[in-house]
């Protein structure tokens, strides 16, 4: 079978199977970069998540086969094995599959658990970065890091495989870090409870929710105050929790 793939991408993976993974970014369909957009411009089929803005769909051939394999949150999702199964169906079928994932695949994107899956059944990868939702803080005036505020950023998941809240924040909380938290809103309570035992409960923060589309909507106040901000302003999922004293440059303090 011949591939429509460019020049360019072709070399990267050979004339084999492929699966490229895709970033599609935040939101805002031209967040995506310029080599996913080429991406999906050739793409035989595309398997396309909860979070990937739909109008990226747009950008694909007439004859492209666009499969939804989204995971809402708390709600109906498709399995992992599922899209497994699909990948090895299609690539077999069409010799090449767009995984089309938001944000970035590679974090808390369960991605490159779709790359080891590939690999193991002799499936070509090529993976695509995407802008990570956290960010967007930037379009709230919130810079992740700034000179002799905020040294470094952690990225940690508000929920881990087993439901808890990740150890890792509260060694985050110990530095001078800005700390972003994704999948958090569930455990706003715990959030909020773990600054306040550590004497943090002032600590800037912010919730943003639906970064970067229309109905972006962001919540400030501090890390004791995340679940009463939530409530006040109707925010829920998707969004990012981002902690530190970064949050108080978007008011120019």
């Known amino acids: 079978m011949n591939s429509r793939l460019t020049p360019e991408i072709e070399k990267e993976a050979g004339p084999e199977k492929k699966l490229i993974l895709l970033g599609a970014g935040p939101g805002d369909k031209e967040l995506i970069t310029l080599k996913g957009y080429k991406i999906l411009r050739e793409a035989r089929v595309v398997l396309y998540d909860n979070l990937a803005n739909k109008e990226l769909l747009d950008f694909t051939p007439p004859d492209c086969e666009k499969i939804y394999v989204g995971k809402t949150p708390y709600g109906a999702y498709t399995s992992q094995d599922a899209i497994h199964a699909l990948i090895l169906e299609k690539t077999r079928s069409k010799g090449e599959v767009v995984r089309l994932k938001g944000g970035d695949p590679f974090v808390f994107g369960r991605g490159f658990e779709e790359v080891l899956y590939a690999r193991e059944h002799g499936i070509g990868v090529i993976f695509v970065p995407g802008i990570t939702s956290m960010q ?7 810079p992740l890091t700034h000179r ?84 006040l302003h109707q925010l829920t999922h998707p969004s990012i929790v981002v902690i530190g004293q970064v949050v108080n440059m978007a008011d120019g303090l």
């Open 136 to 142: 967007s803080a930037g379009l709230e005036g919130i």
């Open 148 to 231: 002799e505020v905020s040294e470094s950023i952690w990225v940690v998941t508000g929920t881990k495989k087993d439901g808890r809240l990740s150890d890792d924040l509260r060694l985050a909380m110990q530095s001078k870090a800005t700390v972003v938290v994704y999948m958090g809103m569930k455990k706003l309570p715990e959030i909020a409870a773990a600054y306040l035992a550590e004497g943090l409960g002032d600590t800037p923060a912010a919730i943003i929710q639906h970064a970067t589309l229309p109905q972006q909507k962001t919540a400030k106040g501090t890390a004791q105050n995340l679940p009463a901000m939530a409530s």
